[in-house]
């Protein structure tokens, strides 16, 4: 579970003050967030499922694969990307600085997968609030 610290959604609110779609993208974002699966991928981008529809999609702050972003709208899971690149409480790798995001090993064991590089760690060996080797 991903939960969004109040400076960052603070910081993401002032940045966007001026774009209520956006705002809206954000609040969505702060609220289903934390109940979704989320996902490294490559290069910042992000899968996630949501759990309410059971729907994946990829997003990264440049774009998403959902219908809303796909018709030039804000949407909660671009929004969701930048807020985890702005959030200082989230893991970050020591070789790119991404944001490291539970996962999964092939062997079904716990890992933290970097959302920058692809780098992987398992969930044992790393401390929160540490960069990960």
């Known amino acids: ?3 969004l610290s109040t400076s960052t959604l603070d910081t993401a ?10 705002l809206r ?4 974002a702060a609220v289903l967030l934390p109940a979704s699966t989320v996902e490294a991928l490559d290069a910042g981008r992000l899968r996630i499922v949501s759990a309410r529809s059971g729907a ?15 018709h030039g709208r804000p949407c909660w899971h671009r929004a969701a990307a930048r807020l985890v690149e702005l959030e200082p409480r989230v893991l970050r790798c020591r070789y ?13 064991e ?8 692809g780098h992987t760690a398992h969930a044992g060996t790393v401390e929160r609030g ?4």
């Open 56 to 70: 994946a999609y990829v997003a990264s702050k440049a774009g998403c694969t959902c219908e809303a972003a796909l």
């Open 13 to 22: 609110r002032s940045r966007c003050a001026d774009r209520p779609a956006w």
């Open 25 to 28: 993208a954000i609040e969505r």
């Open 110 to 117: 716990p890992c933290y997968e970097c959302s920058g590089c």
């Open 130 to 133: 540490a960069e990960v080797a």
């Open 96 to 108: 790119c600085a991404g944001a490291m995001v539970e996962g999964t090993t092939p062997g079904g």
């Open 1 to 3: 579970m991903l939960t």
